[in-house]
Each structure stands twice: as C-alpha cells, then as structure tokens.
C-alpha cells in the first residue's frame, strides 16, 4: 500500500517512463531555442517552437480546408521556482500554450521538455505520472468542480485514482489542504455551490495541491473574481509558491496582476511571443508597439500621474488565426508598419538584459 507523503517529500522528480533525454534533443535545435536560457538543472520547463494548430473542415467528408494557428513557433523555458506571467488579448493563443505543456492536446509541432523529459508524444501512462506533477487550474472553478461531488471527494479524486495513502492518510490529506488555502476544514462534505467564487477557486487550489505537484498552469485563476478577492488569491498563490517550492505559468488579462507575480512576462500576439523579458523590465521599458499599447493601459495607483499618462489606444480587432496577415503579424495594426513590415516576418531578437523583441523597427522606435 502506498502512503501520502509529506508534500516536501513528493516534490522529489518523479521518474517518467518515457522520453527521450533533453540534452540530445536540445542539440539539434540548439537554433531556434537560442533565447532560452542554457543552465538546463534548474529549468523545470522547456518549449521549443511550439506549434498547435487546430484543422478546419468543411463537408461531410470534413475535408480538411485549412488550420487556425493557435499557438505558431513558440519557444520559452522557466526555471524551477519561478513564475512565467503569459499575456496578450483574447485568442493569442494562452489557454492553447498552457494545455500543450498539461499534454491535454497533443503539440502539431515543436518539444517540450518537463524535469529533463520530453513529454511532446508521451503516452496515457506517462501522463497519469506526470499529471503528479503537473497541475492546472482554470478561471471558472464552478465548470472544473463536479457539483455532485463534496468539497472532501473533490480533493481525493486525484490521489484515489492514484490509489495513494490509507483511508485515514486521506483525511488527513484533505484537512491539510483546506487549512493551506485559507479554509475550515470542517467544510470538507459540503457541496461547491455552498462557496462564494473565491472559495470555489481555494478548493481548485487545494484540489490541484493534493497531488503535490511542481508546476501548476494558472490560467486566468482570478479573473471572474471581485478586486479584493483577487488580491486575497494572487497573495495565496505566492504564499504557496515559497513554502511549497511551486513553478508557475500565470496566465492573465490583468497585467498589473501579472506583473506581482511573474519573475519574466511573454507578450503573446496571434499565437507568436512578440516580446519576452524579466517583469520588472517589460513594465518599466517595453519596446514592441503591441506591449506598449498594452501597457499603457495599465491603471497607476496615482490618481494625477494616471490622468497625465498618454494612453495607446489598440484599433481594430486581433485578425483571425486562419488567415494571419503577411510579413509582421500586428501590421494591420501597427501605425509604424511599412512596406518590409508586410513583407517580412520579424524575428525574436536579443536585444540584451535577458530582453527578446519581434519588431524590425525597434533601433527606430525606441
Ligand atoms: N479546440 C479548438 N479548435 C479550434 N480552434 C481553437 C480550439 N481551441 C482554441 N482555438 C482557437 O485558437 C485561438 C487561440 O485560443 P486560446 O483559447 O488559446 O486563446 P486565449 O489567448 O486563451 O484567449 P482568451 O483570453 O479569450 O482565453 C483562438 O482563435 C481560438 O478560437
Ligand atoms: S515590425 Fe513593423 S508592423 Fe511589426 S510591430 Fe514592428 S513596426 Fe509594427
Ligand atoms: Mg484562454
């Protein structure tokens, strides 16, 4: 019989039974990963040209007629601890990004690589292990929390159907977790509708914690709730991720919630990062037109300096994934676009400080 151990204890690498080793495939595409960082020990994560794209049929045959490019060449890798804050509007691709790292879709192209393993092609049995480890939780805890489940069997699926711990190592399990997310553990055979929104979200949390897991794809976590309670949950997940050891992708609409949490921030535009940087940096000095629209409407907590700010105002709406414009993506909405700009697709560059931008403009610019 298995037991529970101490989370500390279950933070150990799990051993996946597939996979080929990082190091030799990494070798091969030294190329196109050459803005993710070398020191391979602490990097928990590694994505490497990233793509997933979803066909598009027609007919009763479903001919395929063309692909919506989710997610399009995408490359970044955290290292264990840390935060990875994902943004960019509606349809850029995040949620895809995050549930290809889970493996709940199989990549159309690219590696990823979790603890040293490459987990791009694992299979059913590789991803019950590796869902040990790697957790999800979603904006809308009422859709991911069974209403015909009390809070204590919601907590215990997991470990259940992994058949870990006695009878009573669960209990105590369960009583662990709530008290770690801030709730009376005597609330454990009560029913989700029975919480307020930013409870329902502390029981996700604490569902996704029983597993023990190293890494956790936070997406949109807080968005559906109220201010004040969002601060309650982003200062738990940070209380969680020192004591715990936890990494975390953070993806968010947000960006002032993303900036308190994120050691680097990705600027995702139509399925392609256009700017990758530390969090501090990408606030302070963004240099891509498209984050620095966006940045510019971040409120400041100022009330004068925030009415002196000059806003960016973003026309038009993001084109569709199926037919992504030529040449650089954002140029149907770029007032800097020229002719190279439709022509030519813009490359992530290193402009230095651990600081990647995708503009050909950005000498010109900035
Ligand atoms: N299963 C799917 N089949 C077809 N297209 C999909 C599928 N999932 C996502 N897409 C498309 O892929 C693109 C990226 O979607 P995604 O959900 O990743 O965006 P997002 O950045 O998370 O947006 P939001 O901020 O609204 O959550 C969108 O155009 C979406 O319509
Ligand atoms: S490459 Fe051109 S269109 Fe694209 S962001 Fe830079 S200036 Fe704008
Ligand atoms: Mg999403």
Avoid: W
Wanted: proline share 5%; hydrophobic share 35%.
């Amino acid at each position: 019989m298995s037991v529970i151990p101490d989370i500390k204890e279950l933070s150990d690498p799990v051993e996946l039974p597939q996979g080929e080793k990082i190091k030799e495939s990494l070798d091969e595409d030294i190329s196109i990963r050459d803005h993710a960082s070398t020191d391979m020990k602490s990097e928990i994560l590694v994505v490497n040209d990233l793509k997933m794209y979803f066909p598009v049929t027609k007919g009763l045959l479903k001919r395929k007629v063309a692909d919506v490019k989710a997610v399009d060449g995408v490359t970044f890798s955290i290292k264990k601890g840390e935060t990875l804050g994902l943004v960019g509007e509606s349809g850029s691709g995040k949620s895809t990004i995050g549930n290809c790292v889970m493996r709940n879709l199989v990549p159309s192209g690219g590696k990823i690589f979790f603890d040293g393993q490459e987990i791009t092609n694992m299979d059913k049995k590789g991803l019950k292990l590796l869902h040990k480890k790697l957790q999800m939780i979603t904006q809308d805890p009422y859709a991911s929390l069974d209403p015909r489940m009390t809070i204590n069997q919601a907590i215990l699926e997991g470990p259940r159907i992994n058949k870990l711990g006695t009878k009573k190592e669960q209990e105590e399990l369960v009583e662990r977790m709530l008290t770690l997310v801030g709730l009376n553990s005597e609330f454990k055979d009560r029913y989700p509708h029975e919480f307020s929104g930013g409870q329902r979200q502390r029981i996700s949390i604490a569902r996704a914690l029983a597993m023990s897991p190293s890494f956790i794809v936070c997406d949109e976590i807080v968005s559906a709730l109220d201010v004040s309670i969002q601060a309650q949950i982003v200062s738990l997940m940070m209380k969680l991720q020192e004591e715990l050891e936890l990494t975390y992708i953070f993806i968010g609409h947000d960006l002032s919630v993303v900036r308190h949490l994120s050691n680097h921030v990705a600027v995702l535009y139509l399925g392609k990062i256009v700017e990758i940087t530390t969090a501090e940096e990408m606030y302070d000095n963004p240099l891509h037109p498209y984050t620095k629209a966006l940045i510019s409407a971040v409120p400041i907590p100022h009330p004068t300096i925030d009415r002196q700010r000059q806003r960016i105002i973003l026309e038009g709406e993001i084109p569709s994934p199926i037919d992504p414009p030529k040449g650089c993506h954002f140029c149907t909405r770029c007032k800097y676009a020229d002719t190279r700009c439709r022509e030519e697709e813009p490359e992530l560059k290193d402009v230095g400080g651990e600081h990647f931008v995708a503009c050909h403009k950005i000498a010109e610019l900035n």
